[in-house]
C-alpha cells in the first residue's frame, strides 16, 4: 500500500505564488505586498550604499527597480496607500541620488519632462494603465 501524504492546512488569507504573484484563496494580496515592500527596501539600501551617479541611478531605475514593482501590476489590485508604500523606500534613496529634495510634491516626479516633471510613471498611475489597457 502507498504511503499517504499529509495535506497541509492552509489559512484562507495564506497566500500561494500563482504566475508569480502570492495570492491568497481569498483573493487578497497581503503577502504580495509584504514581498514587493521588501524587495524594495533591499535594492532601496543596496543603492543608498552604492558609490553612483545620476546617470547610473537612472539606469538602476529602469533596469532593476521598473521590471521588478511592474512585473506583477496587471493581475494585483493594490491600494493607492499600498503603492506608496511599494515605491516609498526606493524614491527615499533614490531623488537624493539624483540631487532632487525627496520631499518634492508627486506632480514634479510623475509629470512630464516638457513642463519640468521627471516623467517617472508611479506605480498608482501604472496600476491604472495596466488594467484599462
Avoid at 8 to 20: E, I, V
Avoid at 32 to 38: C, G, K, N, P, V
Avoid at 98 to 124: S, T, V, Y
Wanted: aromatic content about 8%.
Amino acid at each position: 500500500m502507498p504511503h499517504a501524504i499529509p495535506v497541509q492546512r492552509q489559512n484562507s488569507s495564506q497566500g500561494g505564488r500563482l504566475l508569480g504573484v502570492r495570492i491568497g484563496p481569498d483573493g487578497t494580496f497581503n503577502e504580495e505586498l509584504s514581498y514587493r515592500i521588501q524587495q524594495v527596501k533591499s535594492m532601496a539600501s543596496k543603492l543608498a550604499c552604492a558609490p553612483f551617479d545620476p546617470s547610473d541611478v537612472l539606469m538602476v531605475y529602469q533596469v532593476r527597480y521598473k521590471p521588478a514593482t511592474t512585473f506583477c501590476i496587471p493581475i494585483t489590485m493594490f491600494t493607492n496607500d499600498q503603492c506608496d508604500a511599494i515605491q516609498r523606500p526606493f524614491y527615499r534613496v533614490m531623488l537624493p541620488k539624483l540631487r532632487i529634495n525627496q520631499h518634492m510634491k508627486c506632480d514634479g516626479i510623475n509629470g512630464p519632462r516638457e513642463l519640468g516633471g521627471l516623467n517617472f510613471l508611479g506605480l498608482k498611475a501604472d496600476q491604472l494603465a495596466q488594467h484599462t489597457h
